[in-house]
């Protein structure tokens, strides 16, 4: 059984490097987008630094996502933890990602309005996805406090 979990931690450890070297890669190339457009007169530079804020928002989502997988499944393994360093752990990567569903929101309701209205339904969808994560997320949180407290003090009931 060590062994597999060895192979297991080594297998998420590239996962999560693999992940954060696209991350990097799709910030490198939103720069050069951005640089490009700089240099040449036939690109907008409104547009091409508007689509970098669009890849940097997803890289860093990408990051964190590696980030926890190493940390979590890497670094740490599946080890027992109580459950509030676990919910802590839950609630910093569901709102970097919550963060990066709103702000690509927020990109594309730029992009959309200024083509056209009738595109303003996929943006219009992420902010209600955003806002329903939001709730989820509180929702989740208040569940498991309160869970976690009658698991530390079962006499209060």
Do not use: H
Request: glycine share 8%.
């Amino acid at each position: 059984m060590r062994a597999f979990d060895v192979v297991t931690r080594i297998a998420f450890g590239l996962a999560s490097a693999v992940l954060m070297i696209l991350a990097c890669a799709l910030i490198v190339y939103a720069g050069s987008g951005v640089w490009d457009s700089f240099r040449t007169a036939e690109r907008n530079i409104g547009a091409t630094a508007l689509e970098a804020v669009g890849y940097t928002v997803i890289a860093i989502a990408v990051f964190d996502v590696g980030k926890y997988l190493l940390e979590e499944e890497a670094i740490r393994g599946r080890e027992m933890r109580n459950a509030g360093e676990a919910r802590r752990s839950l609630t910093k990567f569901i709102s970097t990602i919550i963060i990066a569903v709103l702000l690509e929101a927020l990109v594309t309701v730029f992009e959309a309005g200024k083509e056209d209205p009738r595109l303003m339904v996929y943006p219009t969808m992420l902010l209600v996805s955003g806002c329903l994560l939001i709730v989820g997320l509180g929702v989740y949180q208040r569940l498991s406090i309160s869970a976690e407290t009658k698991v530390r003090d079962p006499e209060e009931e």
